[in-house]
């Protein structure tokens, strides 16, 4: 069998929230001067609901109807056996792949937006605002938004705004409101085209305008990646691959995902780590984060309190950082050009229930065009990472002789992406890693930040 069936029933009717299963609480968010940011806080940028998921305890959260029936028209996702990719690596592992890839945006994204959404139409509110690297962020918005009426301004990095004009067309044609960033349009972007009028923008500054934006019109902001919240709604992804995967007769003895945020890869492996947790796993099942060596947050960053953007208007966050004030070189995959990583899986990496692998972007595309040439879907330069990790795992098992079970996440496709793909098959794909000095002076400025 190369594929799971896809029944209506594997599609759960409740999400659930590691909270109470990690192995310490999490520290607090802050603000600048020290002091605990409170639910109440949040409630000026976030829906109430949100907020109240953000801090939840409980382990399982309903998922409204109105969601789950917008999920049914692409979940389940399929689980896949990549027997082919095995076949070519030669390797005695079991590669299975879950494939986020057909919902309408293109990827993961929507499992959440479509959630916050939902909770934001329900509040009443009128407008959101948020940010785009690349566009999937930005177009999985702007698809939620179509479905409850709801206005959605989007600030894209300029610099993929002018060079990735298909996602912006995406966005525009399910409604939302595109604006290059740095932008007129807030304080924050003012700052920094003053700087540089030909500023190429940055996720991080991204955020800053449209968290100001929210703050001042009285919108919602909704974020992508990150909070608990976001990562609450992608356990979809793990708690369908569980059932799926026994259909095959089969339990991971990896789970791999790419990591910007961490929303995806923590959508897929929280609900193996539950049954980790409470004795109903298979196997002594291994988790593994895999980041771009160009943004190495978890395999060369510190776990400090940082802000989630880059003009300091966000709350500080306990979490692996290179530091706020890291300008992420302009690699193509645009989703994991992150400073940052989710609080989360933070705190299960530097408890070691989680491990971390870098690759350069070279390696990563030559794994997603060998992935391409056997499975045929092409990986999103952001899920061609997990793909590269996947890849030597399987060539490690053939060393070792082992029947190794490998599952990852193929958090989406990259037909969207082939300005990149052209670059790495053309040769002209750079590579850029930080130096150390460089991480450095990023990092001493982190921590002056909380003394
Ligand atoms: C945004 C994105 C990512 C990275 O974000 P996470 O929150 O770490 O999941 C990974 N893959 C794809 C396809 C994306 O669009």
Request: hydrophobic residues 40%.
């Amino acid at each position: 069998m190369r594929k799971a069936i896809n029944a209506e029933w594997f599609v759960p009717t409740r999400w659930y929230n590691i909270l109470p299963d990690l192995p310490e609480s999490l520290p607090p968010y802050l603000k600048p001067n020290g002091e605990v940011v409170t639910p109440q806080d949040f409630e000026v940028l976030f829906a109430k609901e949100l907020v109240r998921q953000e801090f939840s305890q409980d382990r399982w959260i309903p998922i409204p109807s109105e969601v789950r029936d917008i999920y049914l028209t692409w979940r389940p996702t399929p689980l896949i056996r990549a027997k082919r990719l095995e076949e070519v690596l030669k390797t005695p592992a079991r590669i299975y792949y879950k494939f986020e890839g057909i919902s309408p945006p293109g990827s993961h994204k929507p499992n959440t937006a479509v959630a916050q959404l939902y909770y934001i139409a329900k509040e009443g509110v009128g407008r959101v605002t948020t940010e785009t690297g690349a566009g999937q962020w930005g177009s999985s918005v702007a698809f939620a938004a179509a479905f409850f009426q709801v206005k959605a301004t989007i600030y894209m990095v300029r610099a993929s705004y002018l060079q990735k004009p298909y996602r912006r067309v995406l966005m525009e044609l399910w409604g939302a409101e595109v604006i290059p960033s740095p932008s007129e349009r807030t304080e924050s972007g003012r700052k920094f085209l003053a700087e540089d009028p030909n500023h190429p923008g940055s996720l991080g500054i991204a955020i800053s305008e449209a968290v100001e934006d929210a703050v001042k019109t009285g919108s919602k902001y909704v974020l992508g990646s990150v909070l608990n919240h976001v990562l609450i709604h992608q356990t979809v992804i793990g708690l369908e691959a569980l059932e799926q995967i026994r259909q095959f007769g089969d339990y991971p003895d990896y789970v791999v995902g790419a990591c910007g945020g961490g929303s995806s890869f923590s959508g897929l492996f929280w609900p193996f780590y539950y049954e980790k947790k409470v004795g109903k796993s298979e196997k002594d099942v291994k988790f593994l984060a895999v980041e771009p060596a160009a943004v190495p947050t978890l395999t060369r960053g510190e776990y400090l309190y940082d802000f989630g953007d880059t003009a300091g208007l966000t709350p500080l966050i306990k979490m692996y950082t290179i530091g706020h004030l890291y300008k992420p070189p302009p690699i193509h995959a645009g989703g994991l050009r992150y400073h940052g990583c989710a609080p989360t899986l933070s705190l299960l990496v530097k408890h070691g229930e989680v491990n971390a692998v870098a690759y350069g972007q070279r390696e990563v595309f030559e794994a997603a065009k060998l992935f391409a040439n056997t499975e045929g879907f092409v990986p999103a330069p952001e899920s061609a990472h997990a793909v590269k990790a996947v890849v030597e795992l399987a060539l490690e098992a053939k060393r070792s002789g082992r029947e190794t079970v490998i599952l990852f996440n193929l958090s989406g496709h990259g037909l969207l992406d082939l300005s990149a793909y052209d670059d790495f098959l053309t040769g002209a794909m750079q590579e850029a890693v930080p130096t150390s000095e460089e991480l450095a002076r990023c990092l001493a400025e982190v921590r002056k930040l909380t003394g």
